[in-house]
């Protein structure tokens, strides 16, 4: 009658929604003020000014087809020469316009990556944590999902345990730097490390093994820390990116796929991209925040609120004795639960308002992830009940 797998996945939705929904509702019962929902990483940052004045001028635009008319399938050819100059201005990458894709937000270019790259029997690897809708899109396109661990000590790829994740099958290994949900940033020695195993296995296997590197958080980092261009590193990288952090438009779904210059079979990869997007009707991406996107394409998020955020969540919860993972960029703090089941932690915490995302589906049990993209007062006003939760637990 009508496929089970999306039956599955529409009938039960991920964790993260699951508890934003959950939030929504509580807050109907109770009052906003006594909820604190740390579930969804929806930026609370305004977008930067560029952004409402683009709009405003795109719009006093006499020809409405220019921001409301088709574009190319893969894009307008200005946004995406707009792209491939300010990434090489920036990295020095050599990007051509020609090997960009735009796409609808972070979810359309991994869909479209992954349907492009996948043949059958392929594996593409996971490093853990990951955010939980990889292996939805992995399974998606055909593909499998393999996870490899990471060293608590500091949130960094096992290498022992993403060597044996490697084999002949696998097509790509997919990395997210800054990391949703720890927000723990790869070293230029973790980088080194990584590119420097793939190179190993791709010459051991005789085929090349892609990096996916998802982007969302690049612009989203503290304390002056340097996020290595993943394309100056090793040559068969596709970057995926989406402008919902950086420029806080979410709901405006709007980001682009970026080929490396020195991808094996670049171009016929290229042209699978397109394919795929044609295929999972993802051809021409919101015309209007293409142009957008591409007015504002050196702007840069005002994080400051985000570090207000992040240092008082982060000492506060230190402070009563909470281990947490300190986050080196994006918006989420990854706490250690009090309990070996995260679940049964988050419910406890439920009862108490505070709406905690647990680590699982992230491939880390006995965590929960906190989303600090908040107001400050929110933060602020949840703070005894983040104590009331340790004092219960000392009690027992």
């Known amino acids: 009658m009508f496929n089970q797998e999306?039956?599955?996945l529409g009938s039960h939705r991920s964790v993260?929604?699951?508890l934003f929904e959950f939030g929504k509702k509580r807050m109907a019962e109770v009052g906003a003020d006594k909820v604190y929902d740390f579930s969804l990483g929806n930026p609370n940052v305004p977008a930067p000014e560029c952004v409402r004045a683009a709009i405003k001028e795109l719009a006093d635009l006499p020809d409405s087809t220019i921001i409301h008319g088709y574009t190319s399938a893969q894009g307008d050819a200005g946004v995406r020469k707009?792209?491939?100059?300010?990434?090489n201005a920036r990295f020095g990458a050599g990007v051509s316009p020609d090997a960009v894709y735009m796409t609808c937000g972070a979810a359309a270019s991994l869909t479209i990556t992954l349907n492009a790259l996948c043949e059958d029997g392929d594996e593409f690897v996971l490093i853990a944590p990951y955010f939980p809708e990889y292996k939805v899109f992995v399974t998606a396109a055909g593909g499998k999902p393999v996870v490899a661990a990471f060293d608590e000590k500091d949130f960094q790829p096992d290498f022992a345990s993403l060597a044996k994740a490697l084999s002949p099958r696998t097509k790509a290994v997919i990395v997210n730097s800054p990391n949703n949900p720890s927000g723990a940033v790869y070293t230029k020695?973790?980088?080194k490390k990584l590119c420097d195993m793939l190179r190993d296995a791709s010459a051991k296997f005789g085929k090349p093994i892609f990096l996916?590197?998802?982007e969302p958080y690049r612009e989203l980092v503290y304390d002056d820390i340097e996020v290595p261009y993943l394309m100056n590193e090793y040559a068969d990288t596709v970057v995926?990116?989406?402008y919902s952090k950086s420029l806080s438009l979410p709901g405006e779904r709007i980001g682009y796929i970026a080929l490396s210059p020195s991808l094996t079979e670049g171009a016929s990869i290229y042209a699978a991209v397109c394919g795929a997007g044609r295929a999972l009707g993802y051809?021409?991406?919101p015309n209007l925040f293409q142009r957008v996107a591409a007015k504002c394409v050196n702007a840069l998020p005002d994080i400051s609120a985000y570090r207000k955020n992040r240092d008082l969540i982060y000492g506060a919860l230190t402070e009563m004795g909470y281990d947490c993972v300190h986050p080196d960029g994006a918006f989420y703090l990854f706490v250690r639960a009090l309990e070996p089941d995260a679940n049964a932690f988050a419910e406890r915490a439920k009862a108490l308002g505070l709406l905690l995302v647990p680590g699982d589906d992230f491939g880390a049990p006995g965590y929960v992830r906190i989303?600090?993209?908040v107001s400050y007062d929110m933060i602020k006003r949840s703070l005894p009940a983040f104590k009331e939760l340790i004092a219960s637990y000392r009690a027992d």
């Open 283 to 285: 051809v021409c991406a």
């Open 240 to 242: 995926c990116y989406s």
């Open 16 to 18: 993260i929604r699951e």
């Open 6 to 8: 999306m039956y599955k």
């Open 82 to 87: 707009a792209i491939a100059d300010s990434i």
């Open 212 to 214: 996916i590197a998802d």
């Open 371 to 373: 989303s600090y993209c």
């Open 189 to 191: 020695d973790t980088v």
